[in-house]
């Protein structure tokens, strides 16, 4: 849900577009080619998901509109593997030792740096898709609430 509202808050449309989602879980993956794939505001993309069995991955990255990298590998798409103006959401979020204070640092699994100036958008890691899935959970919490004070008024 986070994800949708991120196309839909920043006007990237999604009908009639290639979406390719690039990691088969049951978090993110299938649910995401299912919203993508259904006939509704925010859906009717054409969608492809590839995973670790992907033959020739770059083949398929390339022709994104719509790329989703949810397959939990640090810096796994890179410019190379994108075409102009591709709008990325980076679901990934890797914790990559390294020689700061705290001894690691965050990656998502895009690289962002050789993404930048062929890419039309993406989302930040951390900063994107995290604190949009902990928004959306408080939205359902909320929503949730508000109809059991209406089935409790109504009875």
Known sequence: NGILEILKYYNIPVAGRHAVIVGRSNIVGKPMFALLAQK?????????????GTKDLIAHTKRADILIAAAGSPNMITGEMIKEGVDIIDVGINRVDD?????????????????????????????????????????????????????ETAV
């Not at 509704?40 to 670790?52: P, R």
């Not at 020689?99 to 994107?128: N, Q």
């Open 99 to 151: 020689d700061s204070d705290k001894g690691y640092k965050l990656l998502g699994d895009v690289d962002t740096d050789s993404v930048m100036g062929i890419a039309h958008s993406v989302t930040p890691v951390p900063g994107g898709v995290g604190p949009m899935t902990i928004t959306m959970l408080l939205v359902n919490t909320v929503l949730s609430a508000e109809k059991c004070r209406k089935l």
């Open 40 to 52: 509704f505001e925010m859906g009717n993309a054409t969608v492809t998901i590839c995973h670790t």
